[in-house]
């Protein structure tokens, strides 16, 4: 099994910055790729871009040029960095297994774009 424990969340103004954690742990090994997946009030979980254990990226059209995936293999910990945010960021972030989300979730973490 994957436990993951996303972190990094917060309230931030428009146009600002947030990185986001997921330190996973468990069988990691098993993970091909991890995605971060968002859902906002009343709206479906979606899936807003995943790494690839080659290190290859993927971003929804929403926020590419502003989102970046990364990985530190050493710490099992993946990163969301987000640059100018929108309202419209707004949304409890996730990461799990992508494309498939194939693990339990985690607690998540609260991402609140206001000014």
């Known amino acids: 099994q994957v436990q993951l424990v996303e972190s990094g969340g917060g309230l931030v103004q428009p146009g600002g910055s947030l990185r986001l954690s997921c330190a996973a742990s468990?069988?990691?090994?098993?993970?091909?790729?991890m995605g971060w997946y968002r859902q906002a009030p009343g709206k479906q979980r979606e899936l807003v871009a995943f790494?690839?254990?080659?290190?290859?990226?993927n971003y929804a059209s929403s926020v590419k040029g502003r989102f970046t995936i990364s990985r530190d293999n050493a710490k099992s910990t993946w990163y969301l960095q987000m640059n100018s945010l929108k309202p419209e960021d707004t949304a409890v972030y996730y990461c799990?297994?992508?494309?498939?989300?194939?693990?339990?979730w985690g607690q998540g973490t609260q991402v609140t774009v206001s000014s």
């Open positions: 468990g069988s990691i090994e098993r993970i091909n790729a």
């Open positions: 799990n297994i992508a494309p498939l989300p194939l693990v339990s």
């Open positions: 790494i690839t254990s080659g290190g290859s990226t």
